[in-house]
Structures are given as C-alpha cells and as structure tokens.
C-alpha cells in the first residue's frame, strides 16, 4: 500500500485518508480514481413537507412549510442518535435518486402548500457537502430558501464556501464539555466555530439533546448560554428532551423537571429559549 492510493477528504475535521474504493468513518464519502466524491449524493432516503417549527425553527419564516430531504450517513458517533436508522445504518435502505433539478422542481411544485424551499436534514447533510452545494445554489436562484440541519462538525473552508446559499440553520452543540464530544468522535470547538461563522451570514438557531448524567449539569448550561449569548443573545436555544434510543435504549427519558429547570437557567442569558419534546 502506498500514499497513492490513498487521498484525503478535507470536508471535515476527521480528515479521513481514504484508500481507492474505501469509505471515511461518514459511511459516504469514498475515493473513486483518486478523487474524493461523495457517494449519497443525490440518494435520498427520507423526503416530506415539514412545518418549519419541526426542524426545528422557531424564528425563520414561521408558519410555514419547508421540503425537507435527507440521505445517509453521519461524522459523529452518537450512542443516543434519534434518527439512528438513517444516519447510521442509511446506506442499506432502500433510497430515490434524485438531481438537483428534480429537486428544485419538486420544491416549486409545493410552493401552493406554503413551501418556501428545501431543509437539508435527517442525516448529516454536510456529508453530503456538494449535493447541498449544487442544490442550494438552484434553490437560492430560484428565490426559494436553503435551511440546513446539522452538527456543526465541518471544515471552516467548506462552510463558508456554502454560506452565501443558506437562509437558516439548526447547529447541533450536544453538549458544552470537550470530553463529551470526545465520545462522539467530535470537538466542542469546531462545532463552537461554525455557529459563530454561520451566525455572521445566516439566521441560526441552536439544540441541545439533554440526557440525564450525561449533559445535564446546570453549570454547563450556565457556561453554554453565556457563550451562546457572547455571539449574539438573541441566537433562539432548543432545551430537547431526549427519549431512548439507538445504544441507549436503555436509559430513561430526561425527567420534565430537569428540561423546565435548565430552560429557566438559559432565559438567564438568551431572549428566546424553547422546551423541545415535553
């Protein structure tokens, strides 16, 4: 084995050195004749008109709806993972290819449904980095608005490559502890970094999955929103309740008392803050 046949993907920090044929730790980005493609582009395997409340956003565009559409695969390793089937095992279901364009026409045809454009979600779409680039650019032509759901775990360069197309994001910051992210595969700064250079340029709002003993510390929520609102308190905050799920099945939801609690604790800092799952 050689250095060439290997080539390096440089959408996220994981950086992966991947051999002719192989796949990175995503499950979809692949080196195909010396080139790194993403091989979900374009395979969707999840697609409805969403209310834009259920991204979620709470302050872009409310009331209506939004095309939302997801592929496979994730660069995060979370054992709470909600949307398990698609994000982690995605890659064995079954899936509809669809272009750009197609992708574009399906959006305006919903228009007379209260359709304002196309929710990259369900996976993490930055994988899937330039179907995402290739659509939103269609989408914003066509006047139409780009949301993107993601973890934030993605190069600076790539992100602000796209950033001029996208209307709003929902950043994922699981958590505020550096070793919590080390769990996951993932790093508190990265993901710090990229609300800060998405909220320059687009409308951002903010969720926390709350699991019980692992990430539910009011301190850290006090530490998080402080943070949060030295970029801008005004940034909407979603407290999500977590459910079991995936490798946690086993763990029981998040009490009520303790999402009620941590909301108070953030309204400490940030104007709007929402109780997700309650």
Avoid at 117 to 142: H, Q, R, W
Avoid at 180 to 191: P, Q, R, T
């Amino acid at each position: 084995m050689t250095d060439e046949t290997r080539v390096r993907c440089n959408i996220c920090p994981h950086l992966c050195n991947i051999k002719e044929g192989n796949i990175g730790i995503c499950g979809a980005r692949t080196n195909r004749k010396g080139k790194i493609v993403a091989e979900n582009y374009g395979k969707i395997t999840s697609i409805a008109l969403d209310p834009i409340e259920k991204k979620p956003l709470r302050r872009f565009q409310r009331g209506s709806n939004i095309l939302s559409v997801g592929s496979y695969g994730c660069n995060l390793r979370c054992s709470f993972c909600q949307n398990y089937s698609i994000s982690m095992e995605g890659k064995n279901r079954d899936y509809i290819a669809v272009s750009p364009s197609d992708l574009v026409k399906k959006a305006k045809e919903y228009v007379p449904r209260g359709n304002i454009g196309v929710a990259y979600t369900y996976n993490e779409p930055l994988i899937g980095y330039e179907f995402v680039m290739d659509c939103s650019k269609l989408i914003a032509e066509m006047g139409l608005k780009n949301v993107v759901v993601t973890n934030g775990f993605i190069n600076q360069e790539p992100l602000e490559e796209l950033l001029p197309y996208i209307h709003a994001f929902n950043i994922d910051l699981k958590s505020f502890s550096q070793e919590f992210y080390k769990k996951i595969g993932g790093d508190l700064e990265v993901v710090k970094r990229s609300i800060g250079l998405a909220s320059k340029k687009s409308h951002v709002e903010v969720t926390t999955l709350i699991i019980a003993g692992e990430n539910d510390s009011e301190d850290e929520m006090r530490d998080l929103t402080k943070w949060l609102a030295s970029i801008d308190r005004k940034i909407p905050l979603h407290i999500s309740r977590f459910f079991p799920a995936y490798k946690m099945s086993d763990k029981y939801p998040t009490p009520i008392s303790t999402i009620v609690k941590l909301t108070e604790i953030a309204r400490e800092s940030l104007d709007y803050v929402y109780a997700g799952n309650v």
